[in-house]
């Protein structure tokens, strides 16, 4: 059975990967949406019809990605393509921050996708995609969210590095490296109006259009995928100065 398996599909960006794959991949047989919220998981459903499986489970619980791996089994699953988006974010200095909310982002951002991918790759063939929502978070440190960004610089180097791998399999993995879009993720991340000038001033990503942009470079076998020039010019300028420069530019 052809499928593909979206992480963080309750709302923002994950919702519409749903909704996008959904219309632009319709040779999938089902497309397998999860997050914790049973209810929101639901909505899609109702929307979308029966291709829709829902798994309302927390992938930081290992015993629940275990019951997701043998759902891959029992259903002889190809999965053409998976798309790790679960992740939080959290604004402020590190010592103010709650140490159960910056390890619980290590644990979601970084361990929870590298287990998703590793226990889903084994169901995976030539041609299928892996994406993997990344953050411009990723192109330089910035302060006040130290945990995030150093979260985000992992999905970055972990994405390039199992593209390299994976070649021979001929399958893609793409890091998608959003500017600030208006998701949940900002009221989760503390951050409002006055609470950053960067976040108060930066220009907004549209949830959509980054949805089925990057679905349109995974298709291109991309490596990175960065919406809107503003942001692609950052991410080329935070390749060529220097580190301590670029953070005092990009202070959140
Ligand atoms: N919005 C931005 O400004 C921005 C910018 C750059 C990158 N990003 C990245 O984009 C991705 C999507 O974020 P978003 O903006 O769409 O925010 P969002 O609306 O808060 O979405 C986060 C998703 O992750 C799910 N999730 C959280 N913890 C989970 C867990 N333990 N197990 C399973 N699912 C979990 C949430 O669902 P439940 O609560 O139902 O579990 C939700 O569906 C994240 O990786 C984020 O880091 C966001």
């Known amino acids: 059975m052809n499928i593909a398996v979206i992480t963080g599909a309750s709302?923002?960006?994950?919702?519409?990967?749903?909704?996008?794959?959904?219309?632009?991949?319709?040779?999938?047989?089902?497309?397998?949406?999860?997050?914790?919220?049973?209810?929101?998981?639901?909505?899609?459903?109702?929307?979308?019809?029966?291709?829709?499986?829902?798994?309302?489970?927390?992938?930081?619980?290992?015993?629940?990605?275990?019951?997701?791996?043998?759902?891959?089994?029992?259903?002889?699953?190809?999965?053409?393509?998976?798309?790790?988006?679960?992740?939080?974010?959290?604004?402020?200095?590190?010592?103010?921050?709650?140490?159960?909310?910056?390890?619980?982002?290590?644990?979601?951002?970084?361990?929870?996708?590298?287990?998703?991918?590793?226990?889903?790759?084994?169901?995976?063939?030539?041609?299928?995609?892996?994406i993997n929502t990344c953050s411009i978070a990723a192109f330089a440190p910035n302060i006040r969210m130290a945990v995030y960004c150093s979260t985000k610089a992992y999905v970055m180097s972990f994405s390039r590095a199992l593209r390299g791998e994976l070649k021979k399999r001929q399958i893609n993995v793409l890091a998608v490296c959003p500017g600030p879009m208006n998701t949940e993720f900002l009221p989760v991340a503390n951050i409002g109006k006055g609470t950053s000038k960067a976040f108060d001033t930066l220009p907004r990503v549209k949830v959509r259009e980054m949805a089925e942009k990057s679905l349109l470079a995974s298709k291109r076998k991309k490596a990175v995928y960065t919406n809107k020039g503003f942001y692609k010019f950052y991410r080329f300028i935070a390749k060529i100065l220097p580190t301590s420069f670029v953070m005092k530019m990009a202070k959140t």
């Open 11 to 130: 709302s923002g960006l994950g919702r519409e990967y749903v909704k996008a794959v959904f219309r632009m991949y319709p040779a999938l047989e089902e497309i397998w949406i999860i997050a914790r919220r049973e209810n929101k998981l639901f909505e899609l459903k109702v929307e979308l019809g029966d291709k829709i499986r829902i798994f309302p489970i927390d992938i930081t619980d290992n015993f629940a990605v275990n019951q997701y791996s043998e759902m891959l089994k029992e259903t002889n699953a190809n999965v053409r393509l998976l798309i790790n988006n679960a992740g939080f974010g959290k604004h402020g200095n590190f010592y103010e921050i709650p140490t159960e909310e910056n390890c619980g982002m290590v644990r979601l951002n970084c361990e929870a996708l590298t287990l998703m991918t590793s226990v889903t790759l084994p169901f995976m063939s030539a041609g299928a995609e892996i």
